[in-house]
């Protein structure tokens, strides 16, 4: 793509070229150091042409808040009725089951639990696979002290 002139860097700020044409301009501003110069340099005319405006935002926010604020209908009442009525059923069935856990004694056996890991009163099994180990080399070396005292296999 050819550079892009000032001038036109000021249409494109002042949003008066095609769709088409500012996404062509802001690909060429990735790639091109030159048209990124134009486009500050273009910046800086527009804020010296125009005064600092201040950014009156604060009538948009208020209207919003307003929106917000209206009173909820009947139908918001009853979906936030509906809503703690469910927050409700929920809350009362996890206390039931807490309390059918601990009657059943399921949180009195885990504690215990608890309670040997904490102590060590588990001992830790060894691995077969190092018992199988043990055997062998003990095997190994009843050969070997045989084959040292002469012993003769038929």
Do not use: Q
């Not at 010296?48 to 208020?62: F, G, K, T």
């Not at 604020?69 to 009442?77: C, N």
């Not at 009657?103 to 009195?108: I, N």
């Not at 639990?113 to 830790?124: C, F, P, R």
């Amino acid at each position: 793509m050819k550079h892009v002139s000032v001038t036109e860097w000021t249409a494109y700020i002042a949003d008066e070229i095609p769709d088409a044409l500012k996404v062509e301009y802001e690909n060429h501003l990735y790639s091109c150091d030159d048209c990124l110069t134009l486009y500050m340099e273009a910046l800086d005319r527009e804020e010296s042409v125009r005064p600092n405006e201040e950014l009156d935002i604060a009538d948009s926010v208020m209207n919003t808040i307003a929106a917000l604020k209206t009173v909820p209908s009947a139908e918001d009442e009853t979906k936030n009725t509906r809503s703690m009525r469910t927050i409700t059923k929920h809350y009362l069935i996890a206390a039931g089951f807490t309390v059918l856990l601990m009657a059943s004694g399921a949180f009195h056996s885990l504690t215990k639990y608890v309670d040997n890991v904490e102590s060590g009163a588990i001992k830790e099994t060894p691995p077969v696979t190092d018992g199988l180990i043990d055997k062998t080399f003990n095997w190994m070396d009843d050969i070997e002290k045989k084959n040292k005292e002469g012993f003769k296999y038929e």
